[in-house]
């Protein structure tokens, strides 16, 4: 079965779900181009998850994705929310920041009982998992609903634990990928490969589908994972300069600058290593820090910086998400990205 008969779509290309920089309309216009459009449901509640879908309906009749997040939330940990909040004092302090009015909370949830019930009313063609999945008994009310179920490795014990465990098929975040890692067997970030290295392992190993993802922004890099095995690509920092992204104009003008060329990973915007464009905060502080909270504990502390340098038109503490290969993105529709990218499958 090719990977298009398994999701249902015309192209073995799947829009890479990417929480924060856009909602269901770049999906559904990937979906209508053939491709298909998925949407982040991290950052989402339940009720904001329900209006997604139901204007995801009125603008696709198409199959689609839901991606959710499986990380298993961290005891709050108040000694070390003072200190990572200490370090940042000097930069409250410049941009007029009173910690005592900064919120608390996780800003991204795991996948959870609501969030089920939504896929069994819904019913999407796909369900994606990021940091591995959901318990069984969750992922088995997914598995009824009839969804495919996906999720991401980033190493060849990741891809093993997960085919065991019954996904349809596996996707290879190769270190190069934008956004946050998906590893979730091991923290260790020298285990970690690029994509072209870490998906023919995968090929050769797996039984199920093996989908290409990070690095992979023109028809060129599909080629070359399908050459090396892919069933097909999933592409993400591609469509961050569509029209359809709901970046800020800050972070696209980034996308677009020669600051684009050097991106780094990062814990610092998170808790969790994730890649972006580097910039002040990541320069000044190193862009991995022991002292950051557990994720999603750390976005609460860095939330309101990047709101008062946003608000003066910097992105000094923005997480500028950003993969290594988006140097040579152009400002395009998110259908006319979808076709040329569909040029690599030929």
Same mark, same amino acid.
């Given at each position: 079965?090719? $990977?298009?008969?398994?999701?249902?779509?015309?192209?073995?290309?799947?829009?890479?779900?990417? *929480?924060?920089?856009?909602?269901?309309?770049?999906?559904?216009?990937?979906?209508?181009?053939?491709? %298909?459009?998925?949407?982040?449901?991290?950052? $989402?509640?339940?009720?904001?998850?329900?209006?997604?879908?139901?204007?995801?309906?009125?603008?696709?009749?198409?199959?689609?994705?839901?991606?959710?997040?499986?990380?298993?939330?961290?005891?709050?940990?108040?000694?070390?929310?003072?200190?990572?909040?200490?370090?940042?004092?000097?930069?409250?302090?410049? %941009?007029?920041?009173?910690?005592?009015?900064?919120?608390?909370?996780?800003?991204?949830?795991?996948?959870?009982?609501?969030?089920?019930?939504?896929?069994?009313?819904?019913?999407?063609?796909?369900?994606?998992?990021?940091?591995?999945?959901?318990?069984?008994?969750?992922?088995?009310?997914?598995?009824?609903?009839?969804?495919?179920?996906?999720?991401?490795?980033?190493?060849?014990?990741?891809?093993?634990?997960?085919?065991?465990?019954?996904?349809?098929?596996?996707?290879?975040?190769?270190?190069?990928?934008?956004?946050?890692?998906?590893?979730?067997?091991?923290?260790?970030?020298?285990?970690?490969?690029?994509?072209?290295?870490?998906?023919?392992?995968?090929?050769?190993? $797996?039984?199920?589908?093996?989908?290409?993802?990070?690095?992979?922004?023109?028809?060129?890099?599909?080629?070359?994972?399908?050459?090396?095995? *892919? *069933?097909?690509?999933?592409?993400?920092?591609?469509?961050?300069?569509?029209?359809?992204?709901?970046?800020?104009?800050?972070?696209?003008?980034?996308?677009?600058?020669?600051?684009?060329?050097?991106?780094?990973?990062?814990?610092?915007?998170?808790?969790?290593?994730?890649?972006?464009?580097?910039?002040?905060?990541?320069?000044?502080?190193?862009?991995?820090?022991?002292?950051?909270?557990?994720?999603?504990?750390?976005?609460?502390?860095?939330?309101?910086?990047?709101?008062?340098?946003?608000?003066?038109?910097?992105?000094?503490?923005?997480?500028?998400?950003?993969?290594?290969?988006?140097?040579?993105?152009?400002?395009?529709? *998110?259908?006319?990205?979808?076709?040329?990218?569909?040029?690599?499958?030929?």
């Amino acid at each position: 079965m090719s $990977l298009q008969e398994l999701l249902g779509s015309e192209l073995p290309l799947i829009q890479a779900p990417m *929480a924060g920089s856009q909602d269901h309309r770049l999906a559904a216009a990937v979906c209508e181009a053939g491709g %298909l459009g998925s949407i982040p449901c991290a950052m $989402l509640t339940p009720i904001a998850l329900r209006q997604a879908l139901q204007a995801m309906r009125e603008l696709t009749e198409r199959p689609f994705n839901l991606n959710f997040f499986s990380h298993v939330p961290p005891e709050p940990d108040a000694a070390r929310e003072a200190t990572w909040r200490q370090a940042l004092a000097p930069y409250y302090a410049e %941009l007029g920041v009173d910690q005592a009015s900064i919120a608390s909370g996780p800003g991204r949830l795991p996948f959870n009982a609501e969030a089920a019930e939504l896929v069994e009313e819904f019913r999407p063609a796909v369900v994606s998992f990021h940091f591995g999945l959901p318990d069984e008994t969750l992922l088995q009310r997914v598995r009824r609903s009839g969804a495919k179920i996906l999720s991401s490795a980033t190493t060849l014990a990741e891809a093993l634990w997960l085919e065991e465990r019954g996904v349809d098929a596996v996707i290879a975040q190769g270190l190069e990928a934008g956004g946050h890692r998906g590893h979730f067997l091991d923290d260790d970030l020298s285990r970690q490969l690029g994509t072209f290295a870490l998906l023919p392992q995968l090929v050769d190993a $797996l039984d199920v589908p093996v989908i290409a993802a990070g690095g992979i922004s023109d028809a060129r890099g599909v080629a070359a994972a399908m050459a090396l095995g *892919a *069933a097909g690509v999933q592409v993400g920092s591609a469509y961050l300069l569509c029209p359809e992204a709901t970046i800020s104009a800050i972070h696209r003008a980034a996308l677009q600058s020669p600051a684009a060329q050097h991106t780094a990973l990062t814990n610092l915007f998170s808790g969790r290593p994730a890649r972006g464009i580097v910039n002040r905060l990541m320069r000044e502080m190193g862009p991995l820090s022991t002292q950051v909270p557990a994720f999603p504990l750390a976005t609460a502390a860095i939330a309101p910086l990047r709101a008062a340098a946003e608000a003066q038109g910097s992105g000094d503490f923005s997480p500028l998400w950003a993969g290594q290969h988006v140097t040579s993105c152009r400002p395009m529709p *998110a259908a006319e990205l979808t076709r040329e990218l569909a040029r690599g499958f030929a």
